[in-house]
């Protein structure tokens, strides 16, 4: 190898490491320490989906217990109004702002500013650009892993599988991971994966595997969706065309309501999905809260829960058929975390616990 292509080389390896110090330092003032009332805001787009429900409602009830004030505000999934909603939070001079599903790499300058004037910014389930001191999500790569394997096994190892992908990183990983496993064994057959738009996932999901059922018919085994309401759609596509579970199967990730509704409907070939422990996220990040702004424990500071990823992760679990839960469960019941023997001390019996609809 010349001199010329290892210098190259080395500036290109000097520029990785650089961006990566860059992405996960954090050169900003620490957030003021709590007031004796302090308000906690939370920016989502909306409050439609099941999982922003179980993000506030838990996010309420951590509020309550340690005394804490939550505004919520749902400027919509523009990057304008989110903006706006993100200055006149800092205006208000709230103490600590927590960003769930927005557009947080356009914010960039609106997270500067905040933390420069010593407001806590962190997110949930979103993303840990800079400026923001702890992310808190699944990791995405065990949940497809998971439903790789939950989907050879029921398949006996041997089956055809098409794919309902996306583009962006949270779930996109999540498939990502599940092919890779699946195309390693060898009676295992990837027909085809689509990527799935934002903006009308609903829709391409059922078209989807409208056109996959022309092209496959029965041929298909396994549909993998990306999230419930890509498998879904395609469950409704397959059902439409007078196919059955017995034809094929459809998996997919979050859990919730509407996803249990359909598992539990031995007429629907949804019969899976990769439960995300929500509570379980609010609760850490609001740990997190507490240690930075209340206890004044900076991250990387001896005894700080925040590790040098700025993300923590923690896994969810696979429900079918026959491990579903029935309308009315209490949703923490499902992850390894819930003691149904534990008092109210518990973190999972703070307040009112999201229960399945």
Known sequence: MNLKRVLSLLMVLMLVVGLGVISLADDFPAPNKFSDKPVIAVMTHSLTAESTQRDIQQLQNECDYRG???R????GGEMGPQLSTMESLINAGVDAIILIYVHVDALGD?????RAKGIGVYCLDTEA????????TMPNGVAGATIAYYGINRLGRTGNVVVLNCKWHIA??????????????????????????QASYTQDSYDYMQNWLTRFGDDIDWVLGDWDALGMGAARAIMERG???????VTGCDGGSSAFQEILDPENPFVASYV??????????????????????????????????????????MVDETSCPPPGSNINSLFDYYDPNA???????WGTPYTTK
């Open 110 to 114: 609106a997270i500067a500013e905040a």
């Open 68 to 70: 804490w004030t939550l």
């Open 343 to 349: 008092g109210p001390e518990a973190w999972y019996n």
């Open 276 to 317: 995300q422990p929500f509570e379980a996220f609010a609760h850490e990040l609001c740990e997190v809260i507490d240690q930075v702004q209340n206890q004044g424990i900076a991250p990387g500071a001896p005894g700080s829960i925040v590790p040098a990823s700025k993300v923590i992760y923690v896994p969810g679990t």
């Open 72 to 75: 919520v505000e749902t400027p």
């Open 172 to 197: 996109r990983r999540r498939a990502l991971a599940a092919e890779a496993i699946i195309s390693d064994f060898p009676n295992m057959k990837i027909l085809a994966t689509e990527y799935i738009t």
């Open 129 to 136: 650009v800079p400026g923001v001191i702890v992310n808190t």
């Open 243 to 249: 196919y059955t579970v017995d034809d094929m199967f």
